[in-house]
């Protein structure tokens, strides 16, 4: 089946250690999106790849950047996570344009620890 | 993009029709309304998608009134399965923004 993987399911790491999330899709999709969600509150919008274009969201912290290698995967760096960045990490994927509809599937998502 | 407003929760028995109503009313010409399911540990999936009048499929419908102001998302017939959060979002291209989202709990 056509889906979005995430690894690993569970990250532990420690403070200010850096650490990379990946992501990867058999859709096919050219938009890769990559979501940070907190507890009890809704998912929210860190940056996304129209193709090879980078776009970040203009409240995403320097600490966090993304790399795409190649159309099916797409990595999150989080270069010195603090104890504020634990949280549910999502990928999600699309075939939206600049202007339209955007429907979105999600990765189970990954769930980072900082210790 | 247009913020949503949702109620934060609501409570529903098993075999009833549940109606989540978001209010949007900043939505601008090119924006879809699209709603979203997330149960616990799980990314959200996708539920149903409209811009005007009502959309109809297998699981759920969206109506939307002419002015789309709003929209309401229709459950019939809901299970304990359906407990979730279920996010209301009206835009366009790659912009997302999640709102609160609403909490339907579904009782036996």
């Known amino acids: 089946d056509a889906m979005v993987i995430q690894n690993p399911r569970y990250q532990v790491t420690q403070f200010g250690k850096p650490v990379t999330l990946s992501c990867s899709q058999t859709?096919?999709?050219?938009?890769m999106y990559w979501y940070q969600q907190k507890s009890s509150q809704a998912p929210k919008l860190l940056f996304h790849?129209?193709?090879?274009?980078?776009?970040n969201e203009a409240d995403t912290p320097d600490n966090f950047q993304s790399r795409r290698p190649n159309t099916s995967f797409c990595f999150l760096d989080i270069r010195s996570p603090g104890l504020g960045d634990a949280a549910m990490y999502l990928c999600?994927?699309?075939?939206?344009?600049?202007?339209?509809?955007?429907?979105?599937?999600f990765g189970p998502g990954t769930r980072l620890t900082v210790l | 993009l247009a913020k949503t407003t949702q109620p934060i929760s609501m409570d529903s028995y098993e075999g009833q029709e549940v109606n989540i109503t978001c209010s949007h009313n900043?939505?601008?010409?090119?924006?879809?309304i699209t709603w979203y399911q997330q149960f616990p540990s799980q990314g959200p999936r996708f539920i149903i998608q409209?811009?005007?009048t009502k959309v109809t499929n297998e699981v759920a419908s969206l109506f939307i009134p002419a002015d789309r102001k709003s929209s309401t998302l229709s459950l019939p017939r809901v299970s304990l399965s359906d407990t979730a959060v279920y996010y209301c979002?009206?835009?366009?291209?790659?912009?997302?923004?999640f709102g609160a989202g609403t909490r339907l709990f579904v009782k036996a």
């Open positions: 900043n939505i601008a010409t090119n924006d879809y």
């Open positions: 859709l096919n999709h050219n938009v």
């Open positions: 790849y129209y193709d090879k274009d980078f776009n």
């Open positions: 979002l009206a835009t366009g291209g790659f912009k997302t923004i």
């Open positions: 409209g811009y005007k």
């Open positions: 999600a994927t699309s075939t939206a344009t600049a202007v339209g509809p955007d429907t979105q599937y």
